[in-house]
C-alpha cells in the first residue's frame, strides 16, 4: 500500500513532441505528490509538484494531471526538448516520501 | 544560497570492508535523509533524522549500518561490513521540516567488489 507504481520505465520522444509518465498509488493517505527530475550524475531535483484538492497544475512546459478517485497522476512535459532527457520519478507523501521507481526519458534532436 | 554536500563522490571498496558518507545539509533544514539509490530504480529511504533525533529507520539494515547527526547538523552513514549488494548511491536530502521540499546532494557512488 506504500507503493507508488511509476510507468513507462523508458521513453523516447521526437524533439518537440509530447512525454508522459504515469503513476499510481494505492494509499489514500498520500496529500502530496510532487515529481522530480535527475541529471546522470546528479542529486534529483524538484520539478512540480500538486496536492489532491486540485485537478492539475501547470509549469511552463510541465503540467502534473491528478485523479483522485482513480488514484492516478501523470507529468506531461510539452515540447519536450532535448535538455529534458533524464529520469523522472514522481513521489507521494504522507509522513515520509515513497518514490517511483523512475522513466529515464529521451528526446531526440 | 549553498546546496547539500556530500563526500566522496565515489569509494570502491571490497566486501566486508567499512565505508563512511558524509553530509553537510543547507544551513537550517531541521529534516535530514539518508536514501539508497540502486542503479534503475528510485530512492529508498534508509533513516530520517529530525535535528538530531531519529524519526524513521524502519529500512535502514541495523546489522551493518549506521548513521547519527551531530548537533543535529552534518551527518555520517557507516556501513561495516559491506556487501556485493550495497553497491549504489547514497544520497542525502534536506528540507526545512518533515513535509517540506527535498532538496538532494549529488550522492556518493559505492561499488563493492
Known sequence: QQQVKQSPQSLIVQKGGISIINCAYEN?????????????????????????????????????????????????????????????????????????????????A | EAGVAQSPRYKIIEKRQSVAFWCNPISGHATLYWYQQILGQGPKLLIQFQNNGVVDDSQLPKDRFSAERLK????????????????????CASSLGPSGELFFGEGSRLTVL
Open chain 2, 72 to 91: 543535529g547538523v552534518d551527518s555520517t552513514l557507516k556501513i561495516q561490513p559491506a556487501k556485493l549488494e550495497d553497491s549504489a548511491v547514497y544520497l
Open chain 1, 28 to 108: 489514500t493517505a498520500f496529500d502530496y505528490f510532487p515529481w522530480y527530475q535527475q541529471f546522470p550524475g546528479k542529486g534529483p531535483a524538484l520539478l512540480i509538484a500538486i496536492r489532491p484538492d486540485v485537478s492539475e497544475k501547470k509549469e511552463g512546459r510541465f503540467t502534473i494531471s491528478f485523479n483522485k478517485s482513480a488514484k492516478q497522476f501523470s507529468l506531461h512535459i510539452m515540447d519536450s526538448q532535448p535538455g529534458d532527457s533524464a529520469t523522472y520519478f514522481c513521489a507521494a507523501w504522507t509522513y515520509k516520501y515513497i518514490f517511483g521507481t523512475g522513466t529515464r526519458l529521451k528526446v531526440l
